[in-house]
């Protein structure tokens, strides 16, 4: 089926128009974490606020302070569907069903309410914070994200004529299917949709998963977001976020608490999913410090999720790491996320996935043929590789706009846990650039856990 993307944009263009309209339409990891904190920690008190890391974005006049509030008194007002309700309870995900506890299925149907915010424009920026139980503000985050991002796309697309919306859309459309065709018959290739955080609209994003998932196929492995899943049936992806690691630590008494807390969230989170679901993302506090001193029954979890390292040096740091404490990095999954385009995805799919030959780089490797090339490449493959494609599948319209501007280029904006119980979380990177947290508390953290293999990098998005 043909969409037309431009007009749906221009009806759905209305400042009534709910943008979150399910409270499935968030990353499934969410979800996930949800019932982690409802059965760990019911009774803790958090704050998640938000931070616009492109500062030349102005995005408190370009988002309007009573469109935005009108939006999240919306969502706030939506409820599990019983439909959705018995597709979590029913579903199959990973392989298991009945992730999802009855109790805490009742829970949400019964129970489950989104906290209150604070909300106001501080010099050109949204000032917007949720406070309350973490039950209640950890779902904020991505329904925060996808109405200011959409919001903001709004706002933009007003300023087209339809003939202009026409072009815009027709140019993101050839830059997509571009992008495709690079992927289309790459041998052994997993890719999946982690785009809802900093989307161009719903209805965009929901046109890129099913031209993926109709043009790519088997290669197509899924969508984090739980909704587009639900509804398209896909697989829903997505494990747990550096928000757990965030607030175990911030509930540390001790530096020795705080140092182990990193392994205490891991030892809940296999007890509550027996087992299941068991990928690390070990760049909380930074990722090598992580792997020296884990406990030797971490290396049998089965897999790692890359974030905020090089991902070819994260990448080669977790390969020798599995081998030296006896694990086949064949039988591991390795997932990149940060910040992916086509050609990364392919230079790392071809260095993870298969052994280069005659000199061949990662970089070489830009379309399917290159991968049949034996003389350059054998599917030979040193780790299960995967890449998890947010942003610049899902808001790529750099370029596209008519009238010349970067009106509808994405911004790195981030909703994150900011504290625990009154205690201030902290989150150091593997990128300088990305630490968050009081500076006295953020100098305290890297005094406990070191620098080792943390670099100074740009942060795009």
């Given amino acids: 089926m043909i969409i037309n993307v ?36 019911p009774a803790t008190h958090a704050t998640f606020t938000l ?15 009573a469109q935005l509030r009108e939006q999240l008194e919306a969502t706030r007002k939506l409820r ?42 501080r010099d050109g920026q949204l000032s917007l914070s949720f406070h309350g139980l973490w039950t209640e503000t950890t779902m904020w985050e991505i329904y925060a994200l996808s109405a200011i991002d959409e919001l903001k796309t709004r706002a933009s697309l007003k300023r087209l004529s339809e003939f202009e919306l026409d072009i815009l859309y027709a140019r993101a459309k050839t830059k997509l299917w571009e992008k495709m065709e690079r992927l289309r018959g790459v041998p052994q290739l997993n890719v999946s949709d982690f785009g809802t955080r900093r989307r161009h609209s719903f209805l965009w994003h929901e046109y890129v998963v099913k031209a993926m998932s109709d043009v790519l196929g088997a290669s ?31 509930m540390a008494d001790s530096d020795e608490e705080l140092r182990a807390a990193q392994y205490r969230l891991l030892e809940l989170w296999q007890q509550t999913y027996q087992g299941e679901l068991l990928i690390l993302l070990p760049d909380t506090f930074g990722t090598t410090q992580f792997l020296e001193c884990a406990p030797e029954w971490v290396a049998d979890w089965t897999g790692q999720r890359m974030d905020s390292k090089d991902p070819y040096v994260a990448g080669d740091e977790y390969i020798a790491w599995l081998e030296r404490h006896g694990r086949d990095p064949r039988q591991k ?6 910040a992916l385009d086509v050609g990364q995805i392919l230079g790392l799919h071809a260095y993870f996935g298969g052994r280069l030959r ?3 780089a990662p970089g070489d490797f830009q379309r399917a043929s290159d991968f049949a090339d034996e003389r350059k490449w054998v599917a030979e493959r040193r780790i299960r590789f995967s890449a998890g494609w947010g942003t610049f599948l899902t808001n790529d319209f750099r370029n596209c706009n008519p009238q010349g501007d970067d009106a509808f280029n994405p911004v790195s904006l981030v909703c994150k846990l ?35 293999g943390v670099a100074d990098a740009p942060v795009t998005v």
Avoid: C
């Avoid at 959705?84 to 506890?101: D, P, Q, S």
């Fill in 333 to 338: 999954r390795l997932i990149a996320s940060d």
């Fill in 51 to 65: 931070l616009n890391r492109t500062t030349a974005a102005r995005l408190g006049e370009m988002v309007g302070l």
């Fill in 418 to 452: 900011t504290d625990v119980e009154g205690r201030p979380a902290v989150k150091l990177s593997d990128n300088y650039q990305k630490a968050l947290g009081p500076a006295g508390e953020v100098e305290r953290y890297r005094r406990v856990f070191g620098t080792a």
């Fill in 80 to 121: 599990f569907h019983k439909s959705e309700l018995i597709w979590l309870a029913g579903n199959t995900f990973y392989g298991r069903r009945g992730i999802f506890e009855p109790a805490f299925l009742e829970w949400l149907e019964r129970d489950f309410r989104l906290s209150d915010y604070d909300l106001s424009e």
């Fill in 358 to 360: 005659n000199g061949a």
């Fill in 220 to 250: 197509f492995a899924g969508s984090s977001n739980t909704y587009l899943a639900y509804k398209h049936d896909l697989e829903a992806i997505g494990t747990n976020a550096h928000e757990l690691p965030m607030a175990l630590a911030a």
């Fill in 6 to 41: 431009a007009r749906r944009a221009h009806d759905h263009n209305w400042e009534l128009d709910p943008i979150t309209r399910s409270l499935l339409d968030t990353d499934f990891y969410k979800l996930l974490m949800l019932q982690f904190i409802w059965k760990h920690f």
